[in-house]
């Protein structure tokens, strides 16, 4: 029978919400690493009983957990992650250069197809692949090593690679982000990237149209129609027709089009949803109002869908990693709050209920569909 | 055997009670005590201190015989208590809090 299992990071643990295909009665575990920041987990496609987490904290650092039973039992695996040769210096908030420090793990992306591969978004912002389940990982240097490294400077959450897109008809071809350096896209399995912000504007920047420099919050792609990508910029939801190459900006009448996640519908390639944010000082919704905007048209036209969410004194963030979708014949949207809530929509948006309302502060939410 | 006591969170992490006993050969130091027990639970390796430079984690302390060890060189030799087993080595999570 078909399911789902959501898997929940928090700031004081991790949570797997699991139901059949009807997406009513959810069974919830954990807390899994209780007491710790879980800032990402991830299942393979390859095998759904393969689940890799990010486990960190400020007392004794990041380990890395895999589960080989469907989260049920964990192993710390390898969590040494250190630069490729001698880091050298980026740009620090005062303008001065700082070395390159490693302080957690952001982001986990298990490969498309291969169980043992997954890559990993660290701070301060770098790539690291494993390809022996986790046990041992390596830089993919080429990507810090890009001549506008050493200009990179971090924004306000640490200067961190957060998001990573694997193209599923090209596994060569990856699409990651960091905060505030901007998009990129290796062509060659990692070895090299090149920046891809042409057509962002950043007025924050001293030259808001710089190659580098922009604070990408995420971005997301339909897996039939890879070059196609959207972006959720700090402000700004943008668009790319030609694999990031060239960006358009596609917020059309969303009420702030500040925000940080992103989703495609798993069945539409013009199906995407965002999280408005009221701007970047004030991390909550428009009017205290908890909505998600949807577009079906690939941008520019937006409806709120509010039904089963909060419409007043709703002050919640939404995170960059805390907003996912299902694969089911009627595609499941799922988000999760920094007020601890995870809701759920079973019919692509239209309607939705809390599948928990009390956990710590969400900080990421990806979904399995079981077969 | 070497005594260590461990904080609750390393102890889960682990799979031991509060205390785990270790035979260290030679010197009994912060570095021989670490590297024995990294060797015995490798799953500890990186948490207590950094996987290169072998620096001590921030929020992390060292106590033994009421005293605060912490910012002792690594390679100093630990009371004799401790090498005698008769008091136990205490890796601390710092209080952090307000």
């Known amino acids: 029978m078909s399911g789902v299992r959501v898997l929940v990071g928090t700031r004081k643990g991790a949570f797997a919400l699991t139901s059949d295909d009807k997406r009513e009665e959810w069974d919830i575990s954990g807390p899994h690493f209780a007491g710790w920041e879980v800032f990402h987990l991830k299942g393979s496609p390859v095998d759904q009983n393969r689940i890799y987490a990010s486990q960190s904290g400020g007392w004794f650092g990041q380990l890395i957990q895999r589960s080989d039973d469907g989260g049920k039992t964990w192993e710390p695996v390898g969590n040494e992650f250190t630069y490729d040769g001698i880091p050298g210096t980026h740009q620090w908030y005062d303008g001065t250069q700082h070395p390159w420090k490693f302080a957690r793990v952001w982001h986990l992306e298990p490969s498309l197809t291969d169980v043992d591969t997954i890559y990993a978004g660290v701070e301060d912002a770098a790539m690291f692949r494993s390809t022996d389940g986790g046990k041992s990982w390596q830089e993919l240097s080429g990507l810090r090593c890009h001549p506008s490294g050493a200009s990179w400077q971090p924004g306000a959450g640490g200067m961190c690679l957060h998001t990573i897109v694997i193209d599923p008809t090209n596994p060569k071809r990856i699409y990651i982000a960091i905060s505030a350096a901007g998009a990129f896209r290796t062509d060659d399995g990692g070895e090299t990237w090149q920046p891809i912000n042409q057509g962002l504007k950043s007025d924050f920047m001293p030259n808001p149209e710089a190659e580098v420099g922009h604070c990408v919050h995420n971005l997301a792609i339909h897996g039939s129609r890879p070059d196609v990508v959207f972006m959720q910029k700090h402000w700004d939801v943008m668009r790319s027709d030609n694999a990031g190459d060239m960006w358009h900006e596609v917020s059309g009448n969303l009420p702030s089009d500040f925000g940080f996640p992103i989703a495609v519908h798993a069945h539409e390639p013009d199906t995407i949803y965002v999280v408005p944010i009221k701007s970047d000082s004030e991390h909550f919704p428009p009017d205290g109002k908890l909505r998600v905007y949807r577009s079906r048209t690939g941008g520019n036209e937006w409806e709120a869908l509010t039904d089963g969410l909060p419409q007043n004194d709703c002050y919640v963030n939404v995170l960059r990693d805390a907003m996912a979708v299902d694969s089911l ?25 809390a599948i928990v309302r009390d956990l710590p502060a969400v900080l990421s939410v990806e979904v399995q569909t079981l077969r | 055997m070497i005594r260590v006591e461990l904080p609750a969170h390393l102890r889960t992490l682990a799979r031991v009670g509060r205390e785990v006993a270790l035979q260290v050969e030679g010197p009994v130091t912060q570095r021989s005590i670490l590297d024995a027990l990294e ?57 952090a809090g307000g």
């Open chain 1, 329 to 353: 014949d009627s595609c499941g949207i799922y988000f999760g709050t920094t007020g601890g809530q995870v809701y759920a929509s079973a019919n692509g948006g239209d309607s939705w209920s």
């Open chain 2, 39 to 95: 060797t015995q639970y490798p799953m500890l390796r990186g948490t207590i201190r950094d996987h290169v430079t072998q620096q001590r984690r921030p929020f992390v302390r060292f106590f033994a015989c009421e005293e605060d060890l912490s910012h002792e060189p690594a390679n100093a030799p630990l009371p004799d208590a401790v090498a005698h087993g008769t008091e136990p080595f205490l890796i601390v999570g710092a209080i």
